[in-house]
């Protein structure tokens, strides 16, 4: 007799494709993973003021219909080229969701909005779609979720979140600290900065875990150290976090755990109230700051859709209206990123920290 004693309640397991084989379906061009490696860089010298401009991670709440996303990417795109000489775009492609307790885990999970988890699917339709968005020559963003989610993704990412809720989690910290791209690290749920500040020490060391290699085997990963990470302010349970006070007590928290005094501010979640509709007054805000000489803004995110609002799951969806959080809609988003890169203009030059001397 067998004495069972483990998996007694998975009810099923399934071998996916390695990321060697998902990215030999669907490789990227080395044009392609230059224009990424370039994006990266440029993204890193807006942290460490060596490019004037204002990063802005903007797009919608989660993806879950490809044409709409690539057809946001393309008027992004346009957008990008417009303000490129005050504005960093890099465009939201949101594939994993963070539930409170239940709910549409994402587009790689359960492509088909229907709970079949055809995973495989899903991955290779996050791939595919972000080959054809970087295609548009945007950078991309996107929350890094699940631990091994990057091996098959990471290559095409120019800035990557780690959530609030995942932020004081050691699996996320330790996969954060090999990440090839930017990292933004969100501040707690009720508002504190206290794990995100720990998070941005833990992120930037060398780290050992178990992981997957490329070819989907368990294997010891040994990382480096990020030293790209820096935190987002998205409020919290107290309110918003994005007024001088707010940004003030930030800075001073950074300063005083000597970490680089960089401040991306999500003009959604908190800081707007969950009212997509307050996303400008924040992003106004914010530019006021700038204008008025602030150097630890480094940038902002906005949560943004072809059309405004949201849509609950079900069959007949609307097109371009996100499922998950309430987007700003398009014409709104042009209006207020093409009013922020007229707004920051002026005081580039005093953003613009000199370089030492060697």
């Known amino acids: 007799m067998t004495i069972e004693t483990e998996d007694l309640r998975v009810a099923a397991q399934r071998t996916l494709p390695s990321p060697v084989e998902v990215k030999s379906r669907y490789p990227a061009s080395d044009e392609l993973l230059r224009r990424v490696v370039?994006?990266?860089r440029q993204v890193k010298a807006i942290l460490e003021r060596r490019d004037h401009?204002?990063?802005?991670?903007?797009?919608?709440?989660?993806?879950?219909?490809?044409?709409?996303?690539?057809d946001y990417a393309e008027r992004l795109s346009r957008l990008s080229e417009e303000t490129k000489a005050t504005l960093c775009i890099v465009m939201r492609a949101y594939f994993e969701k963070p539930r409170t307790t239940l709910g549409w885990k994402g587009l790689i999970n359960d492509p088909y909005l229907d709970d079949t988890y055809h995973v495989e699917e899903g991955i290779c339709l996050a791939r595919r779609l972000l080959l054809d968005i970087a295609g548009q020559g945007l950078p991309i963003a996107t929350e890094a979720l699940d631990p091994m989610t990057p091996q098959y993704l990471q290559d095409l990412i120019t800035w990557s979140a780690i959530g609030a809720r995942t932020a004081e989690s050691q699996p996320h910290r330790e996969m954060a600290s090999g990440l090839s791209s930017v990292v933004g690290l969100k501040?707690?749920?009720?508002g504190s900065l206290g794990g995100a500040l720990n998070a941005l020490k833990a992120v930037s060391n060398p780290h050992r875990f178990l992981g997957i290699d490329p070819h989907g085997r368990v294997a010891l990963i040994e990382t480096r150290g990020n030293p790209s990470a820096h935190?987002?302010?998205?409020?919290?349970?107290?309110?918003?976090?994005?007024?001088?006070?707010?940004?003030e007590h930030c800075e001073t928290k950074l300063l005083t755990a000597?970490?680089?005094v960089n401040i991306m501010v999500d003009c959604s979640h908190a800081n707007s109230d969950r009212n997509h509709e307050r996303q400008g007054v924040v992003v106004d805000a914010i530019a006021r700051q700038v204008v008025a000489g602030n150097r630890s803004i480094i940038g902002i995110m906005m949560e943004s859709n072809i059309e405004a609002g949201n849509q609950p799951m079900g069959r007949n969806l609307a097109y371009g209206v996100s499922i998950t959080d309430a987007c700003v809609g398009w014409e709104d988003t042009e209006a207020i990123l093409r009013k922020l890169a007229v707004s920051v203009h002026d005081p580039l030059i005093d953003r613009v920290v000199p370089a030492k001397a060697s």
């Open 38 to 40: 370039d994006a990266r």
């Open 53 to 70: 401009r204002l990063l802005v991670v903007v797009g919608p709440c989660s993806i879950h219909d490809p044409r709409a996303a690539l």
């Open 187 to 190: 501040n707690a749920t009720d």
């Open 231 to 247: 935190i987002v302010l998205r409020g919290g349970a107290g309110g918003p976090n994005y007024d001088a006070r707010a940004i």
């Open 258 to 260: 000597n970490l680089p």
